[in-house]
């Protein structure tokens, strides 16, 4: 079901708050609608949380949402307080687009690299948050290791100013730790790294944050879902089957009720083989259509198909990702993806 802003206004305006004897709409109380097939999510504003009234208008509006809709719309209501309002510090952020994969080493930091750089050939003001708080690499991708975020404060709390690269603004818990040293992570600390990423952090204006994740369904996956509000997941693979089954089960995670990030589409890495002296050569090394296979079967689009270039390597370890260089095929498979991404590909999730 398509949802229409206008109408869903017209059902929240039936919604009463008692204590100050109007509707929720009229009040100001509606922050943050956003609306997906089938979804519909905002945060209502309250003087305060933790009173009755404001679980039962939540309810109320919930239900009346249900009774408008139909109960199999997904409605997510966050109560948060007038001091919370528009003051987060992701509220400049428009977009945030998680890139994901069950499996490591199939090629998320480099799609997630390259993707921030061809959003921002595309005009976007970009972000890029390597999540991957585990083997943090988007440092060494963009030639910024050693550096240091600025930090400053601001109502008594630090605030940490992102690195600037390429016109992209960057932060990784690779700044902040020594990466030579294994780091183990409890679940707990794993959460709190993410929120100070994300949070703790001024990212200003950006109509894009992408989010680079560790592979699997942990912790840092859990508490993205859990606390932000996610546009959606670009989901990469490599066309073998054993990559694809573990992202099949990132893939259902995301998809389940609680967390709902919806699944923008499907990108295949390393999907054949070009000879840097031969760039218009492709070998399929291990076989054709997987990408379109594997789509299909997750019922997503498949946005993009990289193949394997030295290149990519070598500019990931020079700290120079390809897509800078943008008269090569690589760059320009990625702007595809950076277009298909901007022109606000239907999320799908069901
Ligand atoms: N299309 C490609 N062609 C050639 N090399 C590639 C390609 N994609 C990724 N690589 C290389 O493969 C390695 C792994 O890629 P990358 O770090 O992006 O994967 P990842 O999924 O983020 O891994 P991890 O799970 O460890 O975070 C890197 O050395 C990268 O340069
Ligand atoms: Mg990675």
Redesign the pocket.
């Known amino acids: 079901m398509l949802l229409i802003k206008n109408q869903v206004i017209e059902v929240l305006k039936g919604v009463i708050y008692f204590a100050k004897g109007d509707n929720i709409v009229n009040l100001g109380m509606l922050d943050g609608l956003e609306l997906a097939d089938s979804a519909v999510k905002f945060n209502l504003v309250f003087p305060k949380l933790g009173e009755p009234a404001v679980n039962i208008v939540t309810n109320a509006a919930t239900k009346a949402l249900h009774d408008a809709f139909g109960e199999e719309v997904q409605v997510t209501i966050t109560p948060i307080t007038e001091k919370e309002k528009g003051r987060g510090p992701l509220a400049g952020v428009k977009h945030i687009i998680a890139v994901a ?1 069950g ?10 690299a390259n993707l921030a750089i061809a959003l921002s050939q595309e005009g976007m003001r970009v972000g890029l948050v390597d999540a ?1 708080i585990y ?1 943090p ?1 988007v440092p060494m991708m963009f030639g910024v290791e050693g550096e240091q975020p600025g930090v400053y404060e601001r109502e008594g709390k630090p605030v940490i100013v992102p690195i600037e690269k390429y016109g992209i603004r960057l932060l990784s818990i690779g700044f902040f730790v020594d990466t030579n040293k294994p780091l183990v992570w409890r679940g707990p600390m794993a959460t709190s790294a993410l929120n100070q990423l994300l949070s703790d952090a001024d990212w200003g204006v950006l109509d894009y944050l992408v989010i ?1 994740l ?2 699997g369904t942990g912790d840092i996956q859990l508490t993205l879902a859990q606390s932000y509000s996610v546009t959606g997941a670009l989901v ?1 693979t490599t066309p073998q089957k054993v990559a694809f089954a573990d992202v099949k089960r990132a893939a259902s995670m995301f998809r389940q009720e609680k967390l709902h990030i919806p699944l923008l589409g499907l990108i295949e ?2 999907a054949y083989f070009t000879p840097a002296d031969m760039p218009d050569k492709k070998y399929f090394i291990f076989g054709r259509g997987h990408g379109e296979k594997f789509a299909a079967e997750l019922g997503i689009p498949l946005l993009g198909q ?5 290149q ?2 070598e500019g ?2 020079a700290g120079s990702p390809i897509a800078l260089d943008e008269q090569s095929v ?1 760059a320009k498979s990625f702007r595809e993806i950076a277009r298909a991404v901007i022109s606000g590909i239907q999320p799908k999730n069901l």
């Open positions: 994969s499996k490591g080493g199939v090629g998320k930091s480099t799609v997630a991957d083997g690499s680079d560790p592979p990469v890495n390393m990289i193949p394997i270039v030295e990519i390597t990931g370890d690589t």
